[in-house]
Structures are given as C-alpha cells and as structure tokens.
C-alpha cells in the first residue's frame, strides 16, 4: 500500500487583509511571502532582530536546531518569526504591526 499523496506546497493567508500564499516546507515563510509579492518586514533574515515577528493564528511551522533568541514562551504566545520558521501545514498568519 502507498502513502496517500500530499500537495508539494501547504497554503497560508494573512490577516487581516486574507492575501493568500504558496507556504513551500523546503524554504523559510519569508521566502514564500516575497516570492508571492508579500511584503513583509524583514532584517536579519537569521531570527535574531525580530523584525519580521508575526502571529501565528493557526496551523504549524518547524525552526532550525539553530534558532536562537527564540525559545518556548515565544512560541506558546504564538509569535513566529518568517524569516527561518518552515510551514509544517496550511496556516494563517496575522501581521503584527
């Protein structure tokens, strides 16, 4: 028996605006955000400043082993930072500033 077929990339929104985006799981939501002609907030691109923080509505994203500054609290408040957090499904992201 095979494993059922996934789609290659998962769908995210932002809110409040609803624009709707391609969430692929290989690269870091900003990535998808910019390739979708989303503009997003973003410095370092490493997890550091905080620049690109959002709000994570719904849905789930993994972050590399790496990511430092960013740590339990954070995520169970529900922030996500863009710019190295990889969709793990669809989600919904709400823009902070």
């Not at 990339?9 to 932002?14: A, D, E, L, Q, T």
């Not at 994203?61 to 190295?84: H, N, Q, T």
């Amino acid at each position: 028996m095979t494993a059922p077929a996934t789609a290659p990339f998962f769908i995210g929104k932002i809110l409040p605006d609803g624009q709707q985006f391609d969430a692929w799981p290989n690269q870091p939501l900003l990535v998808s955000l910019e390739a979708s002609g989303i503009d997003w907030p973003s410095s370092c691109r490493q997890g550091d400043c905080h620049t690109c923080l959002g709000q994570l509505e719904s849905g789930e994203v993994r972050y590399p082993a790496d990511c430092a500054g960013f740590g339990a609290i954070e995520k169970a408040l529900g922030d996500v930072l863009p710019c190295v957090a990889h969709p793990c499904s669809d989600l919904v992201l709400h823009r902070s500033w």
